[in-house]
């Protein structure tokens, strides 16, 4: 079997901080972003997305950062819950019919 | 909305057999998706179908992997003949504009 894997970075914050979690994306030409998340045994969740055209984008205790420059995104989450624990990935658009290439992916932990 | 519907849940199969997993994406949705999760790689992108047309099929890892699309309601991945370096997680994903929204995919096991 397999005996190494991928090593997820993990964030561990406590119930009710922001929680911040960052991604660099490959490509210059992408043009939108996509922040999942994903509980275990279950598939990728969409949370929001970012057109490249935009820089910020906010949801429902959720905020979305472009930095085209540095191809930089990030996902900041707002007085984080235990329900929020599961892995986040980010996914940029490469090349047409909404093909989205992901990032490795963070473990978010929240603590009570 | 049922959202993507996959079948099976979980697959158990010996090496050398055929394994077939199916895929319902998202009524009207008009891009499907199957994509491979693995603890060593990540999530994969394997194939991708634009009404029906696959479009990419770069990802597929070997020509034991085949994907069809016989309609806009229906797609399946095949596996012949399966090896146990094929277990993952598949994950079969459907877009219309925003996003791609997935499947509860299919865990695979090859023993």
């Not at chain 1, 561990?12 to 901080?17: A, I, K, R, T």
């Not at chain 1, 930095?67 to 490469?94: M, W």
């Not at chain 2, 219309?96 to 299919?106: E, P, W, Y």
Request: positive net charge.
């Amino acid at each position: 079997g397999e005996s190494v894997g991928l090593h997820l970075p993990t964030l561990s914050v406590q119930e009710g901080d922001n929680s911040i979690i960052n991604c660099a994306y490959s490509n210059s030409a992408s043009d939108y972003f996509i922040w999942y998340k994903q509980e275990s045994g279950k598939g990728p969740q969409f949370i929001i997305d970012i057109r490249s055209n935009m820089d910020k984008r906010q949801g429902q205790r959720v905020t979305v950062l472009l930095n085209k420059t540095v191809k930089h995104l990030s996902l900041q989450i707002a007085a984080t819950q235990p329900g929020d624990s599961a892995v986040y990935f980010c996914a940029e658009r490469n090349g047409g019919y909404n093909k989205l290439i992901f990032g490795a992916g963070t473990r978010l932990a929240v603590h009570p | 909305d049922a959202g993507v519907i996959q079948s099976p849940r979980h697959e158990v199969t010996e090496m050398g057999q055929e394994v077939t997993l199916r895929c319902k994406p998202i009524s009207g949705h008009n891009s499907l998706f199957w994509y491979r999760q693995t603890m060593m790689r990540g999530l994969e992108l394997l194939i991708y179908f634009n009404n029906n047309v696959p479009i990419d099929d770069s990802g597929m890892p070997e020509d034991r992997f085949s994907a069809k699309m016989p309609n806009a309601s229906f797609s399946t991945l095949k596996i012949q003949p399966s090896e146990p370096r094929d277990s993952a997680v598949y994950f079969c994903a459907s877009s219309l504009r925003r996003g791609a929204f997935f499947g509860q995919g299919t865990r695979l096991t090859v023993v």
